[in-house]
């Protein structure tokens, strides 16, 4: 069975500091990993989807990398602002038959605090 | 892309009564799911909304607890049955507009369901 794990669970940084965040997954068979944003209580806001055949996405000051061979992901945000702050999930799109299709294994977040 | 509407936004409901949670979108997508994020917790899958039949559960949830309808390919609604304390927390919607493997998910806000 697919695991999702990201580490660290929590982080808190001043403003302006680089954030990283990582996502670890066990099977390299996925279809496509998604970064979101979800806000306290709130729904998810995709902010990055890499394809498996990629490597990385960026998007303003977030880049996403990909490596499916070690199973691992990262999240860059550059010069953070508080208004970051926010819980970062990933998601990993599972590969397999039809009926498995579409179904995502998520990662527990990772809570980021930026201090003005 | 696409946009989803999810209703009620949030509720607060007494043990023993039935929720019933909309979402629709606004334009036709091939993949509905259900999503429950409890408290502190990350997103667990409670099942595939297929359009015409019976939703696909996943393990540990069933069709008399969360029965799932899906009349068409923009909408469908998930009712929580029955409702327990146990059963407080964010319920999500999602969808994969494509069938294919470089199709990005979007969700919706979310329901953000108290039982007292």
């Known amino acids: 069975k697919q695991e999702v794990t990201q580490i660290p669970a929590a982080l808190s940084v001043p403003e302006g500091e680089n954030l990283v965040l990582n996502c670890s997954f066990t099977d390299s068979a996925i279809y496509n990993l998604q970064w979101f944003r979800q806000d306290p209580g709130k729904g998810l806001t995709s902010l990055l989807l890499i394809q498996s055949s990629q490597r990385e996405q960026t998007s303003g000051r977030l880049n996403a990398s990909l490596d499916k061979s070690s199973g691992r992901s990262t999240l860059y945000i550059a010069a953070s602002q508080p208004g970051d702050s926010a819980t970062y999930l990933c998601a990993a799109l599972l590969s397999g038959t039809t009926d498995s299709w579409g179904k995502f294994q998520f990662g527990a977040g990772t809570q980021v605090v930026v201090t003005p | 892309s696409a946009v989803i509407s999810q209703k009620p936004s949030r509720d607060i409901c007494q043990r023993g009564t039935s929720l019933t949670i909309q979402c629709q979108v606004d334009s036709q997508v091939t993949m509905m799911f259900w999503y429950r994020q409890q408290p502190g917790q990350s997103l667990t899958l409670i099942a595939t909304a297929n359009q015409g039949s019976e939703a696909t559960y996943e393990s540990g949830f069933v069709i008399d607890k969360f029965p799932i309808s899906r009349p068409n390919l923009t909408f469908s609604t998930l009712t929580v049955s029955n409702m327990s304390p146990e059963d407080s927390s964010i319920y999500l919607c999602?969808?994969?507009?494509?069938?294919?493997?470089?199709?990005?998910?979007?969700f919706g806000q979310g329901t953000r369901l108290t039982v007292v």
């Open positions: 999602s969808v994969l507009p494509r069938f294919r493997e470089n199709t990005e998910a979007f």
